[in-house]
Every structure is written in C-alpha cells, then in structure tokens.
C-alpha cells in the first residue's frame, strides 16, 4: 500500500522544510525592520501601552497654565513682560523648587519702555523686559528655547543658552555615528533674558511618521556643545545635578547617568515616554489664580512647576497613544515626572534577540508540530503561543516597563501556518492528482483488459464494444443538454459512461462458443443461455468488489448499470429484470440504444445488417416501447455522428 505523502518520512519533512523558510525570514526582520512593519510596530506598541494600566503622576510636577479664565481676567496673550515677572515671583514665593517656561520670548515686549531716548536718562523707569529679566535672576527658572535643524543660518544675535557637561562613554566599538540629534540653530529668548535665568533647556518634541509622539530627546548637540531638554533641566535644577554621563551601549541604545539616576535612551538620545493617561492628568493651576494670591502654598511649594499656555488660539497640542489632544507643556511634565519616579519604559538591549529567539522558538515548535500531527494542532499552539508573547510582552511593560515587541513572534506564527497549510494542501492536491491519474489508468487498463477476452472470443463482439464508446459518448453529450438529464449527466460522468460503455457485453466471456458464434438462429434453449450475459457481467464485478473489498465505487456502479440493464426495455418487457420506464438506469438506457444501433448497422453474425436509415426508421418507431423517448430524440439530433462512425 503507497503511503500518503504528507504522512511518510518523505511528507513530514517537506512539510516541516517548508515551515521553516517562514520562520527564518521572520527572524531577521528584528535586525532589519522594513517600513511596513515598523509601522505595524509602533501600533503593537500603542496598543500595549493603551492596554497597561496606568499609573498616576507623582505630587512633584504641576503645571500653571494660561488658561481661557487667565485670558478673561488679565488680558489677551501674550502679557506684559512685567505681568510675566509677577507670574514667576508670585511662584517663587509659594515655595516652587523650580520653574520651567514652556515659553519662548523672542522678541522685546511691545509695551517696553526701555528706548534709546530713555536709556540717556539715568532716572528712567525699567522696561518690562528689564522687570522680566530682573524677575528671572533670582534663580530657579530655566527659559524655554526651540532648536531647529535647518542649514545654518548666520545669525547677528546668537542665542545664550546653558549647555551641560556630559562625559561620553562606549561600552562597545565605536559606531561613529553621534548619540543625540545635532542641531543648526536655534529659536530663543531674547539675550538679556537667557542671561538673566540660571538654566534653559530645549522644548524640542517631534512626533513619529505617524503623527504620533512617542518620545522625546533628553539631549541634542549644537556648535560641538550638549544641551539638555527643559525638562531635563528642570529636573537637573531641583536635584542639584550639575554632571550627566551617556553610556553607549550600541547604535541604538544608550543610557544616561543623572546622579543616582539612570535614564535608558535610544540611539538618538531619545527618552520612551510612560505616559501617565489622558490630557489633564497632572495637577494644573490657573496663572489668573496665581497673580491673584489665590494658590494655597501647598499646591506649589517644593514641586517643579512648568508655565505654559493651553488657552484657544495660544496651545500647542500633540497626539500620544492614550490621547489625540495632548498639551505640549504636559509632554514636558510627563519627562520630568518620568525623570523623578525613574518608571521609565525602556527597550532592553537584548530586545531584538529576544523577538528573533520568540520567533525561532515557536516557529520551529509550530513547524514540527504540523510535520507530526497535523494542521490543527499546529494552529492550536501557534494561538496558545501567539496569546503567551501577548501576555508576556504587557506584563513586560506593565511591571517591568519593558518593552519587548510581540510583532515579529506573531507574524512568524501566522506565515509558518499560513505556509504550512498551503503546503499540505498542495501535497494533498499532487497526492489526488496522482491518485486520479492512477485510477485512470487503472480503469482504462480494466476495460481494455476485459475487452481483450471478449474479443478473444469474438472478433466482431471486440469492434462492436469499440464503436459503442463513441456512439455513448456522442448520444449522452447530446442527452445532458435536456433539463431532465443536466444534473445527471456531468462532463465527468460523460467521459466515464464513454470509457466503461465497450464492458456492457462482458458477460458473453461465460457463453459457450458454441451458441455464441453459431451461424443460424438460436434455439429457445440457446437463446436463455445467451440472455445471461448480463448476469454473468455483474457477477464478474460483484466477485472483483469482493476480493479487493471496494464499496460504493463510482466507476464500478456505473459498470453494473451498463452491463446488467443495457438490455432492458421501457416498457418492462427486457431482461433481465423486465425493469420499467425510469426504473432503468440512466447508464442502461443509453446503452440499450447504442447497442441495438451498432448490431443493426455492422453485424452479420445472425442476420444481414441493415442500412442506417432503416435502422434510424427503427429506432424512432421503437420510441417509448423499446427506448426512453428522451434517449430517442437525442439520438435524431445527432443521428448524423453515428453514421459517419459506422461507415454507413
């Protein structure tokens, strides 16, 4: 017995070679991280850190915020440079450990007094923008700026800003490739202003491709200088820390040491934000309640306070994955607050390993398993193991706060199924295709076998079968054209009444030579005898059913039909059942005609033939008696086919 391919030696392993390609090729797409799949990357990543619970901000960060309310009362933004002055004194006084201006001022206030007429006189007031600066070199406040990367443009005035004395260390080779962002400029406050402050830090924070901020950089290089984020000095300010170390651990990832903190960082100097929800999740202040004496000294005192504008018409709001309306000043509180609580998310070094070993280490299992017991199983493991990197990759993030992605390990599971399953169905598909081939040639070896020993014993009996194999073929091909016969007729079931129509006189190998070819007519004894070929015919199949113990086969019911009804009549009075009208089978009556037709037109063992019209004439008058009057009309319809193969 030939063993299926697909559960042979040969079968497993071409099933489990062809499982493996998928998992090798889902390897390597870590290192090498095509566009379309960085996309679907950050959106695993999105939907992780939806799905992590989140946790609240610290009591260290609020923000003081221009609000609509600050707008109502004061006036319209931006305010007096002196008004400014009061904001930062006022918090100053409340007890604030720092404050960050998420404000840039650029340009001099519109209400400055300080003109060159009154600057010659020594008893002139102080312009705002004097109060401002003067409010500013009390200390603790770092100005906001904004770096830009345009080619470098000359500039009359360059910006003073307050750079960090950052040690550089490689814990490998040398990649060449520098770890921050280089700038070319930057948009600042005015110099007297930066002069004036102590710190400043940069408020630079670019979404990704998607419009989606991510992260933000804690560093970024200009003029051959290091400078740090806002919030990174802001943090730096209340710490009291004045020197940082980068640690670079390859090209893309490093790690900043703050004092006792330490900071994982991409390849870029870029810090993965945990975000702690939604907008407005920190603590904020109206600046009108400010000014107005109304703060409790609580809601300030000893906490880093960030001033910025959220009022319609002044904000700037950014897309996070737990928000699509997300100030700009609270991006910056949320790295402070990172910065103080040190939860932040990081992916490790060994991240892409880690995927490329999840993908190899549940592939490989899914691709084995396939080979060995099957699709189903293999699918079942691969959903068991594609829910276990899920659950592992939020339980990373959600109490490790790492993130490991679970992308590649799923989209190695679902090729290999996918490639798996395509393969056995094609082994499947060349297994059937080769099956039928050999059950053709089978068959045709069958009735080609037989064939030979009815014309072993009769020659005209062995070119009588040949003939009716076209004339059957012809006769049902017209037939299957009547409503009736549609359905039952198909092209395969055609092609195999065709094939099997030269066995409906098979049974004649069981009649003695002596009444199957005598010259005259039969006795009524001898007649008998020759009206059991039919019987003999099917008891011929019966027997080889038995012996090789098929049932319900296709091809041999269809043989019974032909050899044990091709002599039935319509009118119930045939043999060898005297079977009526559509009792017959559909086979038998095609049959039943083909036979009388070709007897007529090319025998002469018994009588002298006749010419095709006659036997036409025949056929026709024998319509509902002899023949089904469907099989007749079919027969008058392509009449003219059988008589160029008869010759007559």
Request: hydrophobic share 45%; proline share 6%.
């Amino acid at each position: 017995m030939t063993r299926s391919p697909n559960t042979g030696p040969t079968g497993r392993r071409l099933v489990f070679l062809c499982g493996l390609v998928p998992v090798l090729v889902a390897a390597v797409l870590p290192l090498y991280q095509p566009t379309f799949l960085s996309r679907l990357d950050r959106a695993v990543y999105d939907t992780l850190a939806r799905s992590a619970p989140t946790q609240r901000p610290g009591k260290d960060v609020v923000i003081v915020d221009v609000d609509e309310r600050s707008l109502s009362t004061i006036g319209q933004w931006p305010w007096r440079r002196d008004v400014v002055a009061r904001l930062v004194a006022q918090l100053r006084d409340l007890g604030a450990s720092a404050i960050a201006m998420d404000i840039i001022f650029a340009e001099p206030d519109r209400d400055s007094l300080a003109t060159s007429e009154d600057r010659a006189h020594a008893n002139r007031p102080p312009s705002t923008d004097e109060v401002l600066g003067n409010a500013l070199r009390d200390g603790r406040v770092v100005l906001g700026y904004a770096m830009t990367f345009d080619p470098a443009v000359h500039r009359d005035n360059p910006c003073v800003l307050h750079s960090i004395s950052l040690a550089t260390v490689h814990a490998g080779e040398e990649t060449g490739e520098p770890p921050y962002f280089r700038a070319t400029d930057a948009v600042c406050s005015l110099p007297m202003l930066a002069e004036s402050a102590a710190n400043s830090g940069f408020l630079n924070a670019a979404p990704d491709s998607d419009g989606i901020l991510r992260r933000v950089p804690l560093l970024i290089e200009l003029n051959g200088r290091v400078y740090p984020s806002l919030a990174l000095a802001a943090v730096a300010a209340t710490t009291g820390t004045r020197d940082l170390a980068l640690r670079i651990s390859n090209v893309n990832a490093s790690v900043l040491i703050a004092g006792d903190r330490t900071v994982p960082l991409d390849g870029k100097g870029n810090l993965l934000l945990r975000y702690r929800g939604k907008k407005k999740t920190f603590p904020y202040v109206s600046a009108a309640d400010v000014l107005s004496g109304t703060v409790p000294d609580e809601a300030v005192r000893n906490k880093i306070v960030f001033v910025g504008t959220t009022a319609l018409g002044t904000r700037e709001v950014v897309a996070t994955p737990l928000d699509t309306l997300f100030a700009g000043v609270e991006v910056q509180a949320t790295v402070a607050d990172n910065l103080l609580q040190q939860d932040f998310i990081s992916r490790p070094v060994f991240g892409t390993a880690l995927e490329m070993q999840a993908v190899l280490v549940l592939g490989i299992a899914i691709a084995v398993l396939a080979a060995m017991k099957g699709i189903v199983p293999a699918a079942l493991v691969a959903v068991a193991g594609v829910a276990a990197v899920w659950s592992g990759s939020l339980w990373l993030l959600s109490a490790k706060g790492v993130f490991v992605s679970p992308l590649f390990p799923t989209f190695g599971a679902a090729s290999v199924c996918a490639v798996i399953t395509t393969a056995k169905f094609g082994v499947e598909r060349l297994r059937a295709d080769r099956a039928n081939r050999e059950k053709t040639i089978a068959q045709r070896l069958m009735v080609q076998t037989l064939l030979s020993l009815t014309q072993a014993r009769d020659e005209e009996t062995g070119e009588h079968s040949r003939r009716t194999q076209h004339y059957a073929k012809v006769l049902a091909q017209e037939l299957s054209r009547n409503p009736e016969f549609q359905s039952h007729l198909t092209s395969s079931r055609i092609e195999l009444l065709s094939s099997l129509a030269p066995l409906h006189d098979i049974g004649k190998v069981g009649i003695p030579d002596h009444i199957l070819n005598k010259p005259s007519a039969l006795t009524p004894e001898e007649l008998a005898e020759m009206r059991r070929h039919p019987v003999i015919g099917r008891e011929v199949i019966l027997k080889a059913e038995q012996q090789v113990g098929v049932l319900d086969d296709e091809i041999l019911a269809m043989a019974k039909d032909i050899v044990y009804t091709h002599h039935e009549r319509w009118d119930g009075t045939g043999y060898p059942r005297g079977l009526h009208g559509t009792e017959i089978p559909v086979a038998g009556r095609v049959m039943a005609l083909v036979d009388v037709y070709d007897a007529a037109v090319t025998r002469t063992l018994y009588r002298s033939t006749m010419t095709h019209d006659k036997t036409m004439a025949y056929i026709v008058s024998a319509k509902g008696t002899h023949f089904d009057p469907a099989v007749v009309d079919a027969f008058v319809s392509v009449a003219a086919e059988f008589k160029k193969v008869s010759g007559g």
